[in-house]
T-cell receptor, first 117, second 116 residues
Framework: EAQVTQNPRYLITVTGKKLTVTCSQN?????MSWYRQDPGLGLRQIYY???????DKGDVPEGYKVSRKEKRNFPLILESPSPNQTSLYFC????????????????FGPGTRLTVL | AQSVTQLGSHVSVSEGALVLLRCNYS??????LFWYVQYPNQGLQLLLK??????LVKGINGFEAEFKKSETSFHLTKPSAHMSDAAEYFC??????????????FGPGTSLSVIP
């Protein structure tokens, strides 16, 4: 089954304790992205990756890191989480054709609900 | 810079009534436009997309949207609402071709309630 998986699905942590949220897709997609969803704000893009070893900032990258060492995986790292990073996080992936992913739909993971105390 | 607005954070319609969810975008060139739906406690799934082919786009579950360049709009409609349509709906734009980046901008979302 084609899918995007995220782990963990739920996480409660404390301020300053480093954490990693994993994302994996089995569709051989080049493009992967992380979003956070907050009430009234919709989804905001944190980071995206157009291919292995190629990453770029979205609109809200502060306080986050990513890496893309393998095509299928795109982990999100919070080096020192703070309460304002409490949110629902989604990973997504899509194809790139002709060097562009723009016209392709994204496939979303089930989400990770993070609470930082 | 690109942006997306969705008029009405919450829309209520009666079962069987017309559904109209509004989306307006701001972009220097026509972007690619998408509507996604999010059911409670789930991820997002694609309803339909506009990629500069036909301006009237048909999607899943009877939804359609019309791209109007002059109005910079991409409103979502469905002739007859069903109870199962109750969900959160998001309009999104992706970077147009010939740009050096490939960002995605989502609108704030519209929560649709269907009244029996």
């Amino acid at each position: 089954e084609a899918q995007v998986t995220q782990n963990p699905r739920y996480l409660i942590t404390v301020t300053g304790k480093k954490l990693t949220v994993t994302c994996s897709q089995n569709m051989n997609h080049e493009y992967m992205s992380w979003y956070r969803q907050d009430p009234g704000l919709g989804l905001r893009q944190i980071y995206y990756s157009m291919n292995v070893e190629v990453t770029d900032k979205g609109d809200v990258p502060e306080g986050y890191k990513v890496s893309r060492k393998e095509k299928r995986n795109f982990p999100l790292i919070l080096e020192s989480p703070s309460p304002n990073q409490t949110s629902l996080y989604f990973c997504a992936s899509s194809l790139r054709i002709g060097g562009r992913a723009s016209y392709n739909e994204q496939f979303f993971g089930p989400g990770t609900r993070l609470t930082v105390l | 810079a690109q942006s997306v607005t969705q008029l009405g954070s919450h829309v209520s319609v009666s079962e069987g009534a017309l559904v109209l969810l509004r989306c307006n975008y701001s972009s220097s060139v026509p972007p690619y436009l998408f509507w996604y739906v999010q059911y409670p406690n789930q991820g997002l799934q694609l309803l339909l997309k506009y990629t500069s082919a036909a301006t009237l786009v048909k999607g899943i579950n009877g939804f359609e949207a019309e791209f109007k360049k002059s109005e910079t709009s991409f409103h979502l409609t469905k002739p007859s609402a069903h109870m199962s349509d109750a969900a959160e709906y998001f309009c999104a734009v992706r970077s147009p071709p010939k740009t050096s980046y490939d960002k995605v901008i989502f609108g704030p979302g519209t929560s649709l309630s269907v009244i029996p």
